[in-house]
Structures are given as C-alpha cells and as structure tokens.
C-alpha cells in the first residue's frame, strides 16, 4: 500500500504512530504542508519560525537520492540565511564565477559572472539538493529545540483531499493504515507530477518539450577539470546535441548530455551505454565512477491559480520550467519567502484572508518571467526548426569576434529575484534620483556594513529603514510593528549603500517587507505616507 | 508612426544588389542559409532600434505572396 517511489539519501524522519491516528474525531492543525522536499521543508521552516504550528506529510522517510538541482542562487541562500542555514549551504557548496561555451570544436567565448562586490553570498554555489534539503531539515530541528512547533511525519501519503470551505479534510495513508486530518490550510509542496493537484483536478498547462536529457555525475580518478561551467553546443564528441559540465561538491561532476526525443530510455541508462558518451567526451584512458545517473524530460508550464481556496500550491507544484538557468528550486524558495509572511499575518489575524491573493499574482508573475527566460533558453539550446537551428548557429559563428552575438547566446538566462513591479501590494516610489533596481517590488540588494550586512539587519519582519533620515524607533499600526533599522552613508565606507538605496538622493526612507522586498520609498519619513504603505503591503487597502 | 524607411536609403541600389548575390557565389543552399542569417543578425544589431525591428519583421513577414 505504500510504495518507495525512489530510495533514500538520508533517512531522517522515520515513521511513528501519531495520537492524531488515534483520535475519535479527526484533529485540525492551523497548517499541513503536503510534501518534505526542499519546497515543503523550507515551508514548514518559514511558518515554525513565525510560531504558527505547521504538520509536514511527506510519504518517504526522508531525503530521495541523486543530485537532481545543484544550483543555487543568491537569493536562495539569502533566504535561507534568514532561515539560519545560509552559511551552512555556502561552506559546503561549490562557487563558481567562470563559465565557457563551446561549439563543435572550438571555444566560442568564456564568461565571468563577476560577482558585484559587498554581499554575504556569491551569485551561485552548486550543491546537490539532497544537502539543501539536509541543511533546512537541521534548522528544524535546531528551531523545534526552540520551540518551533514543527512536526514532519514519515510514510505520510496524502490519499484524498476534500475542500470543506473554510478547511480541507485529508485522508493519509500510513503503515498502519489510513486517518483523517482536518487542516485550516494546505500547502501542496508535492512536486511537478503533484498528487494534490490531480486529486483536485485542477489544471496545470504549458509547453512540452520534445527532447530527453542524460545525466550522469561523476567522480575523476585520473584526470581533473576546472571549477567553471562548460557548455558545448553540438560538441566535436557526439555524446549529445548539447553537453553541460558542472562541478559539485565532494568531487563529482555533473555532466548532462541532450540526448534526442525518441529513444529507448531503458537501453540509454545501461552503464555500458552511459559510458559509451562518457567516453567519447573525455577520452577511453579518464577513469572515472559514475555516482549517479537519470533521464529527464521537461515542461514550461504554470498553474492558472496557485491559490484555490484553502489549498496553496508552491514550488514545482505550481510551476515547471526548463532546468537551463537554475529557475526551478529557486524559484520555489522564493515562493515559500512570498508566501511565509502572508500565511503568517492571515492566521494571526494580522492581515485580511485577500493577502493570499497577493502570492497568487506575485508568484505568478514570477512563473511567467521564469517561464519565459527558460523556454527562450530551451529554444536555442534546443531549436525545433531548420531556420531556427540555422540562426543559432549564426548566433554562434558570429560570437567568437562580435561582442554583440555574445549576448545572445543563450545556454540559460541564470536565476535572479523577480520584480514585482506594478503589482497590488507597492506602495509610492517617492525617492527622485533613487536606484531602479531598489524601486518599489524589487529584493533589496545585500550591502555590506561596519558590523555585518544589511540583509541580515533586516531580518524577517516589516522593517523601515532610513539612511541619514529621522524616524521614531519603530511604528505600530492596527496591531503590527513595524522596526525602524537607521543608518547612515558613514556606515557603509565601500560605498554600496549609497549606489544601491540613495543613487542621487541625500536621504532616504525604504519600507521594506518580511521577505525582504521593497513596498515603498521616500526621501524623508513621513508618518501617515509610511502607515497607509504599510496597511497596503499588508493587503488592507 | 512608422519609423521604418521604406523609401530609396541606399546609395547605388544596383550596385549593392549585385554584391549581395554575388557574396552568395559558390555557396551550397545551406551555406547561403546560413550567410543570411549572419547578415541578418549583424544587420539588426547595427538597427538596434526595436520598434524599428518589429516593423521589419512585420513589413517581410507581410510580403510574402
């Protein structure tokens, strides 16, 4: 009845019998997030933290093998910094800064992704998710030490959702047969194929894609390659009509070869026919152990609706994109930091129940933008046409001497935060000759200070900080306080603060959100300006 | 407002006409396909202007009989 769909990296939360299997009446918890990966992980970490009681299901005993997404961006690690296990990630990750493109046989142009100075984390590490989700599931276990009320209950399967209105009813499937569950909200964190999703019958449209991707990870016994991305378009070696070579942690080399759409999955992944590609790539005397290997398709696709009642669908549930730009878990992590601080108001009482349908039009504008930068990417990785084929390798010949075809290669666009410019929740931009990439909607940017960095000073709640601005110590409003973080220019000798948050103004004053989003800006503080921003980042308007 | 020009931009139409064929001289199908399609992304590239672009994506797509 229930059935291991994949074996496990870490076994971490066993199966134990729950008081609620034995309850007479099924019990309601506040939150039941459906699924422990790093999606549903983060989310039950971002609600604990907040105090909000969170039970995660998940139908395996832990973390699932193999690498699957190895690359994650600042803004990950950013939130996961203000999740407490930032560092963790970065100490054990793989930075990495270079990357080249090949074609055929020559090198086409080499990248640095020359990473801006002054903040706490690079643009990217590579870590196999199986770490990520590791390092999330310590951190609850250092915040349940603390308190957090965080539970996580193996071989956990969400058989049947009922939507009652005002709650949903879950049947779960356990080893010792099912139970019910009622939860007030239920956040599918189940993946691309998500069960909630089908069980609801809802919709989950897109492109398909018709090409099939190999990966093997490596370990190097005789020879080595340098910690830099390499990407060969129709490489010399004929392994696939696209080849990536991406360094990981512990040693292994993630190698991904674009293997055609009509093939014969079975006969492909034989070690023999694995080795075959490998082979011809890094020639018959590398030695090497193949520590993994997996065939993958993909789809861009989006739900219509991330929200539907009491049921929230965050992640690759939501959300499926191309793997070429690091889009997917990233994406997903930025997400969970959207939709954290709203659930959290709403259950509190802090905030009206239409604050979730700001997470459906924030979280779907950032599907669409991933959407559309990964499937441009898949297109010239991937041209399905003779003409379109033909302009990409147009593309290519003219990169090696034109700087300007060099911009338009396109072996994926990297994962940056969105902007959630124009959107319901921004409040006025009222600071002449700020910085657009601090404008209201956007994440702030990372600046280094005498003592540490700004983003780690702005922790997690509303916060209004004020550069060589006056303003009280902090604001209460309808019951919510909002921090007053002052700072000075003197405060930042490099500079940064200045470039990223005054750009020609004097002063400053930023009213900043709890994931760290800019709601609305001015050049002095003004109390009423400040407080009607602040009730319509909080959906009250 | 059209921004595209569609009146006579080049000096010596005739002249450059026929150094367009003959820069094709010699070249397989596939060759020539792909000498276009240089052509045209340095072209564009030196256009820039995209509302300019659009229209001359437009204005070929539009012609075609």
Redesign the interface.
Same mark, same amino acid.
């Given at each position: 009845m229930l059935q291991d769909r994949y074996s496990l990296a870490f076994r971490l939360y066993p199966y134990q019998r729950s008081a609620d299997q034995d309850a007479p009446t099924p019990v309601r918890h506040p939150v039941v997030v459906g699924g422990g990966g790093p999606i549903g992980l983060a989310m039950a970490l971002d609600l604990g933290r907040q105090g909000i009681p969170v039970v995660v299901l998940d139908d395996h005993e832990g973390i699932g093998q193999g690498s699957r997404a190895i690359c994650f961006s600042k803004r990950s690690l950013e939130i996961a910094d203000r999740y407490g296990c930032g560092d963790a990630m970065l100490e054990k990750g793989v930075v990495w800064n270079v990357g080249k493109v090949f074609h055929d046989d020559r090198q086409v142009f080499e990248f640095n992704l020359l990473p801006e100075q002054g903040h706490k984390y690079p643009a990217f590490i590579n870590l196999q998710q199986p770490y990520f989700e590791r390092f999330l599931f310590e951190q609850i276990e250092a915040e349940r030490a603390r308190g957090a009320p965080i539970e996580i209950r193996g071989r956990n399967r969400i058989d049947a959702v009922e939507d009652k209105g005002n709650g949903v009813e879950l049947t779960v499937m356990t080893p010792d047969g099912p139970y019910t569950l009622q939860a007030d909200w239920l956040i599918a964190c189940d993946g691309a194929n998500s069960p909630i999703r089908g069980m609801l019958g809802l919709d989950f449209e897109g492109r398909v894609f018709q090409d099939s991707f190999l990966i093997a990870d490596i370990t190097m016994k005789s020879a080595s390659f340098p910690t830099e991305r390499w990407f060969w378009f129709e490489p010399w070696f004929k392994s696939g009509a696209s080849t990536l070579l991406h360094k990981q942690p512990d040693d292994v080399w993630r190698v991904d070869f674009q293997i055609g759409w009509d093939i014969d999955r079975k006969e492909e992944m034989k070690p023999e026919n694995i080795r075959r590609r490998l082979d011809a790539m890094l020639g018959a005397d590398v030695e090497y152990d193949i520590v993994w290997s997996s065939i993958y398709t993909f789809q861009c696709r989006r739900m219509r609706k991330f929200h539907h009642d009491r049921v929230i669908f965050a992640g690759d549930s939501a959300h499926q994109v191309s793997p070429f730009g690091a889009r997917g878990a990233n994406s997903g992590m930025q997400d969970v930091d959207n939709l954290g601080w709203k659930l959290g108001l709403v259950i509190k009482g802090q905030a009206p129940g239409t604050l979730i349908d700001s997470y459906n039009e924030e979280r779907i504008h950032g599907a669409d933008e991933n959407i559309l930068n990964s499937t441009r990417a898949t297109d010239f990785i991937t041209p399905k046409s003779k003409?379109s084929h033909?302009?990409r390798?147009?593309?290519l010949? #003219?990169a090696e001497d #034109?700087p300007?075809?060099r911009s #338009?290669v396109n072996s994926g666009r990297l994962s940056v935060p969105c902007t959630y410019d124009g959107l319901s929740l921004n409040g006025p931009d009222q600071l002449k000759g700020g910085p657009a990439r601090t404008r209201p909607g956007s994440a702030c940017p990372d600046v280094p200070l005498e003592d540490g960095y700004l983003l780690n000073r702005l922790g997690d709640g509303f916060v209004f900080l004020t550069i060589d601005a006056d303003a009280p110590e902090s604001i209460e409003d309808d019951g919510m306080t909002a921090r007053h973080v002052a700072l000075t220019t003197m405060d930042d000798p490099s500079g940064a603060l200045a470039e990223r948050y005054l750009g020609t103004a004097k002063s400053a004053v930023y009213l900043i959100r709890p994931d760290q989003h800019v709601a609305a800006r001015w050049d002095h503080f003004d109390d009423a300006a400040l407080r009607k921003a602040l009730r319509k980042a909080r959906g009250k308007d | 407002m059209a921004k595209l020009v569609t009146s006579l931009n080049i000096v010596a139409p005739d002249d450059f006409y026929e150094r367009l064929i003959r820069t094709h001289e010699g070249l397989s199908d596939d060759e020539s396909?792909?000498l276009n399609?240089?052509l /045209?992304? /340095?072209l564009a590239?030196h256009v820039g202007d995209a509302e300019v672009l659009n229209e001359a994506l437009e204005t070929a797509r539009k012609a075609a009989r």
């Open positions: 003409t033909v302009f390798n147009a593309v010949d #003219l #034109l300007f075809a #338009l | 396909a792909a399609a240089r /045209i992304l /340095i590239n």
